[in-house]
């Protein structure tokens, strides 16, 4: 069991391992909080662009970092593993969130049904992408938390393909590093780096606290 000692407003918070800590997050808390909390830690860039989006209502996403990083090409579209993807799903671990550049490119899209089918199999717990997706409509019957900048029809064969696996990249405005936590909802997209995920959780806590019983307050008809 381990114990994170919460400074700032002097509580104590424990949980055994990460699935433990998600639990506690999704039952708990939101990005919104998240976020306020990392900004009294003092990291102010941490929540991705307005115009990543989750493709269903009401997705809720945590889960730690794997990175992969697209990059242009002109090639050929009929050779096997044409996008690279594939190595990827062979070495993504149960639980992780699979995070995505672009550079915000709109040449192709970078996720689609049978990828989420091939990741959900694999229990990912999610997919954000500051690139387009497609197959929507498929992916939404799925059901997997998926978050994209927008949706087109073409593929990517041929015109994108994975460059980089595992290393910091910048999505929707923030860096993220391998083994940092992604949290979404309908607000957006928050990350938290790894080095703060136990202060910034025991903070959210507390401020959660102390909004439940401003709402429990407001709700009794006090101002």
Same mark, same amino acid.
């Given at each position: ?7 700032? %407003? ?14 506690? /997050? %999704?039952?708990? $808390? ?5 976020? &306020?909390?990392?900004? *009294? ?10 115009? *990543?989006?989750? /493709? ?5 996403? +945590?889960?730690?970092?794997? @990175? ?9 579209? &009929?050779?096997?593993?044409? @996008?690279?993807? &594939?190595?990827? $799903? ?8 699979? +995070? ?31 690139? $387009? $997706? ?24 041929? %015109? ?6 595992? @290393? ?56």
């Amino acid at each position: 069991m381990q114990t994170y000692y919460n400074a700032w %407003r002097d509580t104590i918070v424990i949980y055994k391992n990460d699935q433990e800590l998600f639990t506690v /997050i %999704r039952e708990k $808390l939101s990005t919104s909080l998240l976020s &306020d909390a990392i900004d *009294i830690l003092g990291a102010r860039e941490q929540t991705m662009r307005e115009d *990543i989006c989750p /493709i269903i209502s009401n997705s809720f996403l +945590v889960g730690r970092a794997h @990175t992969l990083t697209y990059a242009n090409i002109h090639g050929p579209q &009929d050779v096997p593993n044409a @996008t690279g993807v &594939d190595n990827m $799903l062979a070495t993504i671990k149960e639980g992780e969130v699979i +995070v995505i550049t672009t550079n915000r490119s709109t040449l192709g899209t970078v996720w689609a049904e049978m990828l989420t089918l091939n990741a959900r199999n694999k229990g990912v717990a999610g997919v954000v992408a500051d690139g $387009l $997706l497609r197959d929507v409509k498929e992916m939404r019957e799925i059901g997997m938390p998926v978050y994209g900048a927008g949706s087109r029809p073409v593929t990517a064969k041929g %015109r994108m393909r994975v460059v980089s696996e595992n @290393t910091v990249i910048d999505c929707g405005g923030v860096c993220v590093s391998p083994g940092d936590l992604v949290v979404g909802d309908d607000d957006g997209i928050v990350v938290i780096p790894a080095d703060l995920v136990e202060e910034a959780v025991g903070i959210a806590l507390e401020i959660a606290d102390k909004e439940n019983e401003m709402r429990a307050d407001l709700n009794a008809g006090q101002a």
